[in-house]
């Protein structure tokens, strides 16, 4: 058993392009060697730096027996030419070949010979095709070179059984050595193992281990905040990205002027966390603090790179406080008419027009949500006004959230500044929803005009393409009303934001507006539905009943029988109601009868009739007085009582009656029961 | 540092000598030094000397020193960290030499920047310029947090693939010094060592033009200029006079920045005249490259 080691050096590498070709390289590796039958054994690792892609396999076996084959030839008795053509292209002689017996007749055999394959051959062989295939989602060639890489190749190690394998890859050629300097290249070393490879850079300070060195970073500035007394909310993608932009990291603790803590933290923590990579500090209160940490690739011999750190976020935040003070005193209701040279989308008007419709919107929905119609109508004006803001066009992401910071220095009342602050929440699967009424008017107005104006322009999405986000405002929508047990009748708002741009003058297919919004809005709640673990026929089901006025109401039915679906209450409902349905559904179609939704009771032959028709109108008054805030729990409950009827019914009864009225008669009984399941709702495509 | 001897406050590099080092330390590896272009640019890369220079098989090294323009960014001279108009360092070599990043590091000790005392970071930053129908890879070079580099990488100017492969090094030459003089404020840094501050020569011009591009350039005459830029361009290219037909695209694209800064293009125009440069510069290129041969 041999070593096998490999190390591809380059300049830095970006981290996702990076560990990409880590993962892909060392796959493919071990693809190979499995499909060469070698044998793996021991330690394998796959490390990268910026600069440097290290593939490590302790043992791989030094060569494979490969078995005997028997390969089958021609029939024998085709021509004498098959023959001859197998014989040439498996270059052997005739005394090689026998005949044998199939199924299908006797052919011609050949036994290929045992033979050995060297791994280093192998590997010299193919390692220029394995490194091919790193598919790099973005790649460049340099200098007058042909080759494509993530950022110019300068050096590949290749050693098998502590020699160098020896190939050529472009106008690179393989070598036992490596720069030790990443940045001057001015340093080789030469390496015959993957240990002293690993020691060498070890005694430099260097962490080879992506694994190793995000740790590392972890534990020294969990121990520097600590000891300091600071909290410190790392987030995942951002230690991901700085454990790979370094490879001998020292944390760095550093300030800012306090001064600056008057800024609003978002600007703060977007400045220190987006633009530069550091780690913002707060205290025990939460609150956001002047310290924040640096992981520098370097020591900081002279204290130049703390320094250089600390006036490098100065800087930045002297340009955000300028801004800050700013655009916080320009009057926002002053600024409105400014929004009508930002331009919305093509073909919808400017922002000015977006957010006059939002406020009719906004208006609209106050009254059904019984909140002050003037805080939602100022709301709504004002709420897109930071889009012209300096601060917003240096932090994007802060949209809405600077509005609701300018909005409360100019002392707009508390509802106003927090639903601008949260217009555009939520904004992904994972964000926060808005809790408050205000925010949630102000956030459904806004998306269901994007949503209206897009579907009117017939720029619906197709496939998973999804331009503009229209998917993301959707489920948006969705989560704001099920997440918030909002009862809303979207139809009608959808029709009034149609009257509202056709009042701009902006004309669209009303019906196929109409239709093609609900057919997606309702995609979005099954897909909502499938996320939380729902089945796909009750979400379905329940969408069949209930259509977008009623998206609360129908996520929570499919929810509540999803949950009772493999208990006795809900899978004795669905029995209940599929007895009945099929017998009826069968009769119906066979006969092919005419129902007319009534019952005579004067045909009636027996008690078990008689009991069920009375359970069907106490049913039918149960869901006349149902209150849609009643708990649907109750409801399944309701028409589980149908049980003890239904059973005594079918056991006792026979629907097929030889007298036709009494036979009719019946079926308009199982008619009714299955329209008293309907009230929940329609059952027939559940699965039982 | 770079000592010099005249320096009252020793060890500080000033601006211009700042200058002067890389320009001799560029001279050293084979550079020709040349001007900046005589005509409002946003940027070294649109000098001719890297645009066309960047395209065909000629091998080319120069380094030169441009004052760029970018009239949205004005600040009437109240930001300590922005200019509407400013210099860049440029240097592009073709093809890109295997040793570069070695030579780029030199530069920096040119100007007192020690490699092993600073925390120098090569990070991600693709560049694409939509205006020149260009783009490439390479990275934004941090030196103890600061941005003081571009390094690029050219794969494509003009639409056309560039083979061999241009490199070009921008070096923000306020902000460098910024960093080697210690100085939060820009108009702040000395000029040269004789008690001249950036303020004394580029203050009054900051302002008055900040109040140019932002509130009196006429635009309705700016509107008309571009267009008949646009024109001459074309008329210039069909005459395979690359160079002058450049000449009047870079001048549409500053008419172009200085109506942006003035707000008059909506996000739709934007988009469009964008597009309307890119075209003329992709038909001066193919028109230049053939000129190579």
């Known amino acids: ?688 | 540092m770079v000592s010099n001897k005249k320096n009252s406050k020793k060890n500080i590099l000033s601006f211009q000598d700042a200058i002067l080092n890389l320009q001799k330390y560029w001279s050293k590896q084979g550079c020709i030094i040349l001007q900046p272009y005589d005509l409002e640019v946003g940027a070294g890369t649109f000098h001719p000397a890297t645009t066309l220079r960047s395209l065909g098989t000629k091998p080319w090294r120069t380094a030169y020193v441009q004052p760029s323009r970018r009239p949205t960014d004005g600040r009437y001279g109240d930001n300590p960290n922005r200019l509407q108009h400013y210099y860049q360092f440029q240097v592009l070599i073709k093809p890109s030499p295997d040793n570069i990043k070695k030579l780029y590091l030199n530069s920096l000790i040119s100007l007192g920047i020690k490699h092993d005392e600073h925390d120098i970071r090569f990070v991600e930053d693709d560049w694409e310029s939509p205006t020149l129908g260009a783009a490439g890879l390479g990275w934004e070079v941090w030196c103890d947090g600061m941005e003081i580099t571009q390094f690029t990488y050219f794969q494509q100017m003009a639409g056309i693939e560039c083979n061999p492969v241009s490199v070009e090094i921008t070096y923000g030459l306020e902000r460098l010094c910024m960093f080697i003089q210690n100085k939060k404020n820009i108009f702040e840094l000395n000029w040269n060592d004789r008690g001249i501050l950036y303020k004394d020569v580029f203050h009054q011009s900051e302002k008055e033009f900040s109040a140019y591009n932002f509130e009196y350039a006429n635009t309705d005459n700016l509107f008309k200029i571009f267009d008949m830029l646009e024109d001459e361009a074309k008329t210039l290219t069909e005459k395979k006079l690359s160079l002058p037909a450049y000449d009047q695209c870079l001048k549409a694209s500053h008419v172009f920045n200085i109506l942006d800064s003035r707000g008059v293009i909506s996000v739709a125009q934007r988009a469009e005249y964008i597009a309307r440069i890119r075209e003329l510069t992709i038909n001066i290129g193919k028109v230049w490259v053939a000129s190579q041969i």
């Open chain 1, 1 to 688: 058993m041999s070593e096998f080691f490999l190390e591809l050096f380059s300049e830095e590498i970006p981290p996702n392009l990076q560990i990409n070709a880590r993962e892909k390289l060392f796959l493919d590796l071990n693809k190979f060697f499995k499909e060469h039958e070698l044998k793996v054994k021991g330690s394998t690792a796959s490390f990268s730096t910026p600069n440097r892609i290290i593939i490590n396999f302790q043992h791989i076996s030094k060569n494979v027996l490969k078995k005997s084959q028997e390969i089958k030839g021609p029939s024998v008795n085709a021509k004498p030419e098959a023959l001859k053509g197998f014989l040439k292209s498996h270059k052997i002689k005739e005394s090689k070949i026998y005949s044998k017996s199939t199924e299908k007749g006797e052919f011609y055999f050949y036994n290929t010979p045992e033979y050995k394959i060297n791994t280093y051959d192998l590997l010299k062989e193919n390692l220029p095709m394995i490194l091919d295939k790193i598919n790099w989602n973005k790649s460049m060639k340099w200098g007058s070179n042909q080759m494509f890489w993530g950022r110019p190749l300068k050096s590949i190690l290749a050693i098998f059984d502590g020699k160098k394998i020896d190939f050529s890859y472009n106008h690179l050629k393989s070598s036992n050595f490596t720069f030790v300097d990443k940045d001057f290249e001015e340093k080789i070393k030469s390496f015959t193992n993957f240990k002293s490879y690993n020691a060498y850079f070890k005694s430099k300070k260097i962490i080879l281990s992506q694994d190793k060195r995000k740790e590392f970073i972890l534990n020294e500035l969990n121990k520097i905040s600590k000891r300091n007394n600071l909290l410190i909310d790392v987030q995942e993608n951002l230690i991901n990205e700085i454990t790979n932009i370094v490879e001998k990291p020292k944390i760095i603790l550093c300030e800012f002027d306090k001064k600056f803590l008057q800024i609003p933290k978002e600007i703060l923590v977007i400045t220190m966390q987006n633009h530069q990579k550091y780690i913002p500090t707060f205290d025990k209160n939460q609150n956001i603090t002047n310290f924040f940490l640096v992981v520098s690739d370097t020591k900081d011999l002279k204290g130049y790179v703390k320094l250089g750190n600390e006036r490098v976020v100065e800087a930045r935040l002297n340009d955000a406080e300028f801004f800050w003070n700013r655009n916080k005193s320009q009057n926002l209701i002053k600024q409105l008419s400014d929004l009508k040279k930002i331009n919305f989308f093509k073909g919808l008007g400017s922002y000015f027009e977006k957010t006059q419709r939002i406020k009719n919107l906004g208006s609209l929905i106050s009254d059904e949500f019984m909140i002050s119609k003037e805080k939602i109508e100022i709301a709504s004006s004002i709420c897109k006004v930071d889009l012209k803001s300096d601060l917003v066009a240096e932090f994007p992401e802060l949209q809405g959230i600077m509005g609701g910071y300018f909005a409360a220095a100019q002392g707009f009342e508390k509802e106003v500044c927090q639903s601008i602050s949260e217009h555009y929440l939520p904004s992904g699967l994972d964000s926060r929803v808005p809790k408050n009424l205000y925010s949630i008017t102000l956030s459904l107005s806004d998306k269901l005009d994007t949503l209206v104006g897009f579907f009117g322009l017939g720029l619906i999405p197709t496939g998973s393409r999804d331009p503009y986000a229209l998917r993301r405002y959707t489920i948006a929508l969705v989560r704001l009303i099920v997440e918030n047990k909002i009862k809303i009748k979207l139809r009608s708002i959808i029709n009034y934001s149609l009257t509202l741009y056709k009042e701009q003058g902006y004309e669209f297919d009303i019906t196929i507006v109409i239709k093609e919004l609900n057919n997606f809005i309702l995609d979005r709640l099954k897909n909502y539905s499938k996320d939380k673990d729902i089945r796909l026929d009750i979400i379905e089901s329940s969408i069949l009943s209930n259509d977008i006025d009623e998206l609360y109401n129908g996520y929570k039915k499919a929810e509540i029988l999803n949950r009772n679906i493999k208990k006795e209450l809900g899978k004795d409902v669905v029995e209940i109601y599929k007895r009945s349905s099929n017998i009826l559904n069968y009769e119906i179609n066979k006969n092919k009868l005419e129902l007319t939704d009534t019952v005579d009771t004067g045909l009636f032959k027996n008690d078990f009739e008689k009991n069920l028709y009375k359970k069907i109108q106490e049913t039918k008054k149960y869901f006349l007085n149902f209150d849609k805030n009643d708990n649907y729990e109750d409801s399944l409950k309701e028409l589980f009582k149908f049980k003890q009827d239904v059973n005594l019914f079918f056991d006792n009864v026979k629907v097929n009656d030889e007298n036709e009225l009494i036979k009719k008669n019946r079926l308009e009984l199982l008619n009714l029961l299955c329209k008293s399941f309907d009230n929940f709702f329609n059952f027939s495509k559940i699965e039982g």
